[in-house]
């Protein structure tokens, strides 16, 4: 693949993820639970882990995280946003690089990580256990919504083929 093909795709990646998190945020939470979303920005994610590889995907995790923090959030967001998108991210290229798994459940392996990963930074920032009472919650609410950014995802790897 051409750089400047690759830098543009990866460029657009980065932009999605942000646009994706930001409406995300403008939407109420649909449970009681704290930490539960979508994350529809992984769509970007896994996209790009897919489509570019592993370090092109952690760029996009890296700017959607960094960007939204500066605008719309602060220090601590930042970290939770970090720790949850470093595991996940991880996780992911892990299971992916078996090629055993499809991206649904590459997918889910990086919602549930995800929230590990925040429930874990949680732990250490607030210095308490406490938090870990969500964690069934979390997992739930990861393996749901990593189902369907798998479903989306795996659709847009096999309908828009980034090598010409």
């Given at each position: 693949m051409k750089k400047s093909r690759k830098v543009t795709v990866l460029a657009l990646c980065a932009s999605l993820a942000?646009?994706?998190?930001?409406?995300?945020s403008l939407f109420?939470?649909?449970?009681?639970?704290?930490?539960?979303?979508l994350g529809l920005a992984n769509i970007a994610v896994v996209f790009a882990l897919y489509s570019l590889g592993?370090?092109?995907?952690?760029?996009?995790?890296?700017?959607?995280?960094?960007?939204?923090?500066?605008?719309?959030g602060?220090?601590?967001s930042l970290l939770y946003s970090l720790a949850g998108a470093c595991l996940s991210l991880a996780g992911m290229a892990a299971l992916k690089k078996t090629g055993l798994f499809a991206p649904v459940s590459v997918s889910v392996a990086g919602g549930v990580l995800h929230n590990l990963g925040q429930i874990a930074m949680?732990?250490?920032?607030?210095?308490t256990n406490v938090i870990f009472y969500y964690l069934p919650y979390l997992i739930l609410s990861g393996t749901l919504a990593g189902i369907a950014i798998g479903l989306l995802a795996g659709y847009l790897?096999?309908?828009i083929p980034i090598d010409p």
């Amino acid at each position: 693949m051409k750089k400047s093909r690759k830098v543009t795709v990866l460029a657009l990646c980065a932009s999605l993820a942000m646009v994706l998190s930001y409406v995300e945020s403008l939407f109420p939470a649909f449970v009681a639970v704290p930490g539960v979303k979508l994350g529809l920005a992984n769509i970007a994610v896994v996209f790009a882990l897919y489509s570019l590889g592993f370090w092109e995907a952690g760029v996009v995790s890296l700017v959607r995280a960094v960007t939204l923090a500066l605008l719309f959030g602060n220090g601590a967001s930042l970290l939770y946003s970090l720790a949850g998108a470093c595991l996940s991210l991880a996780g992911m290229a892990a299971l992916k690089k078996t090629g055993l798994f499809a991206p649904v459940s590459v997918s889910v392996a990086g919602g549930v990580l995800h929230n590990l990963g925040q429930i874990a930074m949680a732990c250490l920032l607030l210095e308490t256990n406490v938090i870990f009472y969500y964690l069934p919650y979390l997992i739930l609410s990861g393996t749901l919504a990593g189902i369907a950014i798998g479903l989306l995802a795996g659709y847009l790897v096999r309908r828009i083929p980034i090598d010409p």
